[in-house]
């Protein structure tokens, strides 16, 4: 056997590192800044999912907070934030609105049926489109909006119980949404 | 206390780990000191031991002062699930990965009297390396025994609803002695690299663990797949996701090591690759460990939230799979034989079994890491499914099948065309068989009937050439292992191809009273009823099944759990040995009406029952005399040292 060829596996594995690490290293970066902070949420015209024929445009939102939640069923992380989302869903009266993401909208009906549907309307963004307007990373990523529709809080990630508690429990209150059990609820959690 | 001195415990035994590492690499030539790092072993095992003991009982008296206690556990679950989350969550799954390891390494010092003393010594310097990265692991990114003093909750989170059911309870134990066990062929390869000496008698002490390592790991893998059809509610049974790519990585690897040890025990050659193999096949377990701990691959962003274990594991993979890589480089060229053999031999198909395998391997590597490169690169996402898969995946299966049905005829080195005749005669009838199918089934695709006559074929050569050599006398254990395992394959592909193909799924709207037809069968649904759990409420629908003269109950489940206020879905399945039905409730309409899932699952179960028979024959060929005589040979040869 040729000597050379001995180290060929290791060459591979090398590659194959160097691909783990940079993804890695994409993950460190949680903190990923958003254009849209402060600025209006972009105009759009979107179906809703499921009922094709019905579409709603930026002007619906406005009037009271809304929380914007880009999700997918390809998505695990998405899954798992779930949970977390019906929490905010059943305690606090802010509306919130799905953006189904590059999805199946079989998949994602199915998927709302199974674990539950924390959402007052679910976008139809199937090839992405609105998602590039948002200028979404990836899912699951969640915006809050003002009253007037301005972005006030940007999430890329999770929602998980410690990112509720710390940052968007406090900014809901600060918006006037009402949480049950009054602001103490959401420190409550262990 | 008690989680106390398992934390105490663990650090006890990465001090023996250290200790074993140390001695046994420098591997001396003292009987003391060999017999020292043998102590080492029983001491890790020990000291795991026990740490695992103290969590599983602050799981059973309900410590909720115990962090990872308070996340997993609940005082209303039933005591087994109390028992089986103590590995329903990353810490406690990495100690009993951790404990099982030790098992592994005791089972090997067990068995150390067939081996050389300064071989035995080496493999368990490796292992113990290992081991110690492991624990130190567990001791400073995911300590199971943190406590949560003072601000200790009530009552614990619950386990997640997914994970309390019996698939739970064994899944994951299985699954971690096939990826742990893949350890010991490693270990092997790189004392058998240390001493510069791979030749037959290693390769068949390598066989048993390989084969062992890979029956289990088969047995994990089949058992997730279950678990995933009758707990997810989809119906599915394989998702291509990447915590399942992972266990299958190290899979593909281990198979094709377990034939390429084959080649090396009975013709001596194959070797660097052999040891390649091994190396490729465990360092496959430590990706999947990286994969599904670090959630690299799942999503980045969950990533964030834990980066130092993720940065632990990749500095112990570099630093295990880099190395072992670099030994592999600097010494494999060593052992190079030149035997040949012709197309029509046993040597030739191996090699295919191994190309198909390496193949696989790189298609689902590349599938798993794509998206993440893609991501590296352009910031985008992609998603690589099943029709990726498939377009590799079904043309692979079938060339392995083909080449597979002439596997039993087949001798090493060279075999006579003329052997093949009877081969050619089961292909006639599974041609007609495999068309007769395909016929009566009338699926879409050629391609199943291909798959399921391929499958006869293999079926067909493999009995008539056991019942062949059954006829002329006994048959090696291991022949029969082998005819057992490649059956397994033959049914599973079988089944694989026919479930996918032949199901029936609805998604319809039922309200009570009402019928419809799936695959000949009358469902009726009769309604739904409230019905209470030991942790959770759930409405259980009734529905009635009939078909022909049979008929009888299903009773799927809409579980409302108290703890964490998760609903979840339970299927209510029919399973049998041709077909499965299958319900799962969906939401509630109005009226009284639900959306209700109803599926037909022909030959599901074969694809589970496929499995088990590979594995079962890999055990079985483990209990071949041949194994067990090399012990007595090695006993009978001290026995005259000590004479002399």
């Known amino acids: 056997m040729n000597r050379a060829s001995l180290f060929v596996p290791l060459g591979v594995f090398v590659l194959i590192l160097t691909l783990g690490y940079v993804g890695f290293d994409l993950g460190a970066r949680s903190e990923l800044p958003s254009a849209l902070i402060n600025k209006p949420f972009p105009e759009f015209n979107a179906r809703l999912l499921g009922r094709p024929e019905q579409s709603i445009t930026r002007d619906d939102l406005l009037g009271q907070p809304t929380l914007v939640n880009v999700w997918a069923t390809w998505c695990p992380t998405c899954l798992s934030e779930h949970e977390q989302l019906m929490q905010i869903a059943a305690t606090t009266d802010v509306q919130i609105v799905g953006v189904n993401y590059k999805d199946r909208p079989d998949k994602a009906l199915r998927w709302l049926a199974q674990f539950g549907n924390p959402y007052r309307w679910v976008l139809d963004d199937r090839d992405g489109l609105l998602g590039i307007e948002m200028g979404v990373y990836g899912a699951p990523e969640t915006f809050l909006l003002d009253a007037r529709g301005e972005v006030v809080y940007k999430r890329v990630g999770d929602i998980n119980p410690r990112i509720w508690r710390s940052e968007l429990a406090p900014r809901l209150l600060q918006l006037g949404v009402s949480i049950a059990g009054s602001d103490a609820d959401g420190a409550r959690q262990p | ?644």
């Open chain 2, 1 to 644: 206390m008690i989680p106390e001195l398992g934390n105490f415990a663990l650090v006890l035994a990465s001090v023996l780990a250290l200790g074993g590492a140390g001695l046994g690499l420098y591997a001396p030539r003292e009987p003391v000191l060999q017999s020292g790092v043998l102590s080492m072993v029983f001491g890790q095992w020990a000291f795991s031991f026990v740490a695992f003991t103290a969590l599983i009982y602050a799981f059973v008296v309900d410590d909720f002062s115990v962090s990872y206690v308070a996340n997993q556990s609940n005082s209303l679950l039933p005591w087994y699930y109390k028992v089986s989350a103590a590995w329903g969550g990353h810490e406690g799954s990495f100690l009993l990965w951790i404990l099982i390891m030790g098992t592994w390494m005791l089972a090997f010092a067990l068995r150390s009297d067939q081996y050389p003393d300064r071989f035995t010594t080496r493999v368990l310097g490796v292992l113990s390396l290992l081991n110690l990265g492991f624990i130190c692991f567990a001791l400073f990114t995911s300590n199971p025994f943190l406590r949560l003093i003072p601000l200790s909750p009530a009552d614990g989170a619950d386990l997640n609803p997914l994970l309390q059911d019996f698939g739970l309870i064994v899944h994951p134990p299985l699954l971690y002695a096939g990826y742990v066990g893949l350890a010991i062929p490693f270990a092997m390869a790189v004392a058998a690299l240390l001493e510069g000496r791979v030749d037959a008698t290693w390769a068949r002490w390598c066989r048993t663990w390989a084969n062992m390592a890979w029956a289990l790991l088969t047995c994990g893998i089949a058992l997730g797949s279950w678990w995933a059809y009758y707990e997810l509610g989809w119906g599915g049974w394989w998702f291509w996701d990447p915590v399942e790519n992972a266990s299958f990585m190290p899979w593909l690897a281990a198979t094709a090591l377990v034939h390429s040890l084959s080649v090396t025990e009975n013709r001596g050659t194959f070797k660097s690759w052999t040891l390649l193999l091994a190396i490729t096949a465990f360092s496959f377990s430590l990706l999947g460990a990286f994969i599904v701990r670090s959630g690299v691959l799942t999503s980045v962003h969950s990533f964030a939230v834990d980066p130092e274990r993720g940065m632990y594991i990749l500095t112990f993979l570099a630093l295990v799979v880099g190395g072992s890589l670099s030994l592999y480089a600097a010494r494999a060229g060593q052992n190079t034989a030149k035997v040949g053999y012709e197309v029509l031999s046993r040597e030739f198909f191996m090699l295919v079994n191994n190309v198909i395998m390496v193949v696989s391997l790189a298609v689902v590597l590349w599938g798993t890491l794509a998206p993440i490169g893609y991501e590296a690169i352009t910031g985008g996402r992609i998603s690589i499914g099943t029709p990726f898969f498939n377009a590799f995946f079904v043309p692979l299966g079938l060339m392995l099948l083909g080449a597979l049905a002439l596997v039993p005829v087949l001798n090493w080195k060279r075999t006579r065309a003329q052997v093949l005749a009877s081969v050619y005669q089961a292909l006639g009838v599974s041609v007609l068989l495999g068309g007769l199918i395909w016929f009566a089934l009338d699926p879409a695709s050629l391609l199943v009937a291909g798959a399921v006559g391929l499958s006869v074929w293999v079926v067909l050569t493999h009995a008539r050439q056991l019942w062949f050599r059954l006829g002329k006398g006994s048959v090696p254990a291991a022949y029969i292992g082998m005819t057992l395992a490649h059956l397994g394959f033959a049914m599973g592909t079988a089944g694989i191809s026919i479930t996918a193909t032949q199901s029936v799924e609805s998604d319809v709207r039922m309200s009570p009273q009402s019928s419809i037809v799936l695959a000949g069968q009358q469902v009726t649904f009769t309604g739904v009823i409230d019905v209470l759990g030991p942790n959770y409420g759930a409405q259980q629908g009734i529905f009635i099944v009939t078909d022909g003269d049979r008929s009888y109950e299903l009773r799927p489940e809409k579980r409302q759990y108290f703890a964490g206020g998760n609903t979840m879905t339970e299927a209510g399945i029919s399973a049998g040995f041709l077909a499965d039905t299958y319900i799962s409730l969906g939401e509630p309409l109005e009226g009284g009406a639900w959306a209700v899932r109803a599926h037909y699952k022909p030959l599901v179960r074969w694809v589970w029952l496929g499995a088990l028979l590979m594995a079962f024959g890999g055990i079985l060929a483990v209990f071949d005399k041949r194994y067990a005589r090399q012990r007595r040979r090695q006993e009978a040869r001290q026995g005259e040292v000590t004479l002399s």
